[in-house]
């Protein structure tokens, strides 16, 4: 592999997910907990496990898009989509949608996107470089 391309694309996969997923965050901001604690609540989980969206959603995209404690954030973000989709689909995800798609292909992007920054890190474009901590 040619290192100078590795840590662009290493930016660009942190940028695509980072960017991405905040948007979901920012919507929760604004439109606030309480849609989300019902939702958990009804589906017999702790009221204040809710807030752990704004975790996965806000912070851990915020840290990869900025390369602080990169493999924080993607691990904050893998661990955020594997509770939404245990939230919203149970065990109802090996199956596909009625255009061909998986039904968590989405979740299952962002997820494993995370995942794959915790694993690479941050490169060198980052606020603290290829060498900080957790980077």
Known sequence: MNWKTEDLGKLLLRLTVGVLLILHGVHKIFAGPHEIIEFVSANHWPAFTAYSVYL???LGPLLVIFG?????GGLLIFIDLVAAVLLTRGGNIWHLGDSGNWVIELEALFGLGGLAIALLGAGKYSVTG???KFN
Do not use: L, Q, Y
């Open 68 to 72: 602080f404690f990169t493999r924080i």
């Open 56 to 58: 996965g959603e806000v």
């Open 130 to 132: 290829a060498t900080g």
